[in-house]
T-cell receptor
C-alpha cells in the first residue's frame, strides 16, 4: 500500500513569488492536513481538508491557502513568499476526520525562500 | 488552544537501556495522543498512540502511559537499539476538533552502541 506522496521534495523560490505544493494521501483516505515544521516553531498546524472542504485552519496568514480535489489529493499554496516561510511542509493523511484518527505523514517538501 | 510540553529535549542512553520521554497537555478535552519518530530527512512516522479511555498501551519494546487526571503521558522504549536514535514528538488532539494535532517540541534520542 503506497504511503503519502508529496511533491516536489525540494523547492527554492525567491521572496515575493508564490508556490504550490502537492500531496497525494494514502488510497482511501479522505482527510489531508498540512503542517509547517521549522527549528524555531516546531510542527504547526496549517489546515485540514476533508471531502474537499476545509475543516480546520491554524493561525497562519491568508497567504497560506489550500484545496482538496475529488480524488482527495490536496494542494497548498503560499503567495508573496517571505524569508520566514522557509520550512519543511508536511502533509498528513487520515482515513476520516475526527480527533482520534491516526494520521500518517509524507516525507515533506523542503521550501527555501531566498 | 492546547499547549503540549515535552521533556527532555535531548536524551542519550546506552544500548540496551530504557528511555522515557514525558509530555504534559493543558486542555482536558484532548482525547488522542500519538507519538511520532522522525529520522533525518524523513517525515514523522507514527509509532504508537493512546486514546483517553485507556491508561496504557504496549507494542513490543514501546509503551505509552496516560494519566488524564495529571494531564500527562509518557513514551517508554525498552532495550534500546542504535536504530531507535531519532527525534520523537508527542502530540495531542482535542475531541471534536478534527485532525488538528498540537505537537511537543521534540526529544532527540541518541542510543550509544
Amino acid at each position: 500500500k503506497a504511503g503519502v506522496t508529496q511533491t516536489p521534495r525540494y523547492l527554492i523560490k525567491t521572496r515575493g513569488q508564490q508556490v504550490t505544493l502537492s500531496c497525494s494521501p494514502i488510497s482511501g483516505h479522505r482527510s489531508v492536513s498540512w503542517y509547517q515544521q521549522t527549528p524555531g516553531q516546531g510542527l504547526q498546524f496549517l489546515f485540514e481538508y476533508f471531502s474537499e472542504t476545509q475543516r480546520n485552519k491554524g493561525n497562519f496568514p491568508g497567504r497560506f491557502s489550500g484545496r482538496q480535489f475529488s480524488n482527495s489529493r490536496s494542494e497548498m499554496n503560499v503567495s508573496t513568499l517571505e524569508l520566514g516561510d522557509s520550512a519543511l511542509y508536511l502533509c498528513a493523511s487520515s482515513l476520516l476526520t475526527g480527533s482520534d484518527t491516526e494520521a500518517f505523514f509524507g516525507q515533506g517538501t523542503r521550501l527555501t525562500v531566498v | 488552544g492546547e499547549n503540549v510540553e515535552q521533556h527532555p529535549s535531548t536524551l542519550s542512553v546506552q544500548e540496551g537501556d530504557s528511555a522515557v520521554i514525558k509530555c504534559t497537555y493543558s486542555d482536558s478535552a484532548s482525547n488522542y495522543f500519538p507519538w511520532y519518530k522522525q529520522e533525518l530527512g524523513k517525515g514523522p512516522q507514527l509509532i504508537i498512540d493512546i486514546r483517553s479511555n485507556v491508561g496504557e498501551k504496549k507494542d513490543q519494546r514501546i509503551a505509552v502511559t496516560l494519566n488524564k487526571t495529571a494531564k500527562h503521558f509518557s513514551l517508554h522504549i525498552t532495550e534500546t537499539q542504535p536504530e531507535d536514535s531519532a527525534v520523537y514528538f508527542c502530540a495531542a488532539s482535542i475531541g471534536g476538533a478534527g485532525n488538528q494535532f498540537y505537537f511537543g517540541t521534540g526529544t532527540s534520542l541518541t542510543v550509544i552502541p
